[in-house]
């Protein structure tokens, strides 16, 4: 999995490419996740458009940076969740869970907004 980052108006944008099935991926992406909030970065948007598929390891990954990210006072925004991805959320009743937008640009004007 590739994870792309960006900073736009003091928002971490996190481009996901690949599928998030296990390590050494769910590693990289707590680390990213961890390293940003040590770094004092408060809203965060996971881009999700690369991703096909996710089995339960990437979702508690997801869990985990959601739970990192809030104790660390923060907001973490998912992005462009697609088909088999946005169907587990539906199963699992994560939506419930996540903050989701259709677009990053949704996401972003979110944080503007709040």
Known sequence: MQIKEKIENN????SFKGDLLGDPDT???RNKIHSLVTDNM??????????NYMNSSGIGTLIACLTTV???G?????????GKVQNLFVIT?????????????????NFKSS
């Open 93 to 109: 009743q994560l939506v419930k869970v996540f903050d989701t937008y259709e677009t990053v640009e949704r996401a972003l004007a």
């Open 27 to 29: 590693s990289n992406v």
């Open 70 to 72: 809030r104790n660390g």
């Open 74 to 82: 923060g907001e973490l925004r998912l992005a462009a969740v697609g």
């Open 11 to 14: 928002v971490a944008i996190l």
């Open 42 to 51: 408060k809203r965060i948007v996971i881009d999700l458009a690369g991703v």
